[in-house]
Nanobody
Framework: QVQVVESGGGSVQAGGSLRLSCAASSTIYSSYYCMAWFRQIPGKEREGVAALYTGGGPPEYADYAKGRFTISEDNGENTVYLQMDSLKPEDTAMYYC??????????????????WGQGTQVTVSS
């Protein structure tokens, strides 16, 4: 059974940091794949945060995430992390991890991902 599981959300004050984790079952794809983070702010559409292709290459970031968020992987463990620093109240959202076979220019298109986690809540207070 395919599973994508997020963890690491919580509450933090503005300026603080959180690290989210996403573990994907090894049966999703036989080789390399794209793991991405999305978020959904109440009342807004889901948006891409960052993506990383486990086969190599530079990560992708949404403009608002550049310089504050870092996506990385744990080689061999099918796990990616999203380190979020300098958090702002507007980063408050449900954060989701998603997996598909490639990243590319459309990494931010949530409708193109096959597998999703259940989400983890991030709350940033002012």
């Amino acid at each position: 059974q395919v599973q994508v599981v997020e963890s690491g959300g919580g509450s933090v004050q503005a300026g603080g940091s959180l690290r989210l984790s996403c573990a994907a079952s090894s049966t999703i794809y036989s080789s390399y794949y794209c793991m991405a983070w999305f978020r959904q702010i109440p009342g807004k559409e889901r948006e891409g945060v960052a993506a990383l292709y486990t086969g190599g290459g530079p990560p992708e970031y949404a403009d608002y995430a550049k310089g504050r968020f870092t996506i990385s992987e744990d080689n061999g463990e099918n796990t990616v992390y999203l380190q979020m620093d300098s958090l702002k109240p507007e980063d408050t959202a449900m954060y989701y991890c998603a997996v598909r076979s490639w990243c590319g220019d459309t990494w931010y298109r949530g409708d193109q991902y096959n597998y999703w986690g259940q989400g983890t809540q991030v709350t940033v207070s002012s």
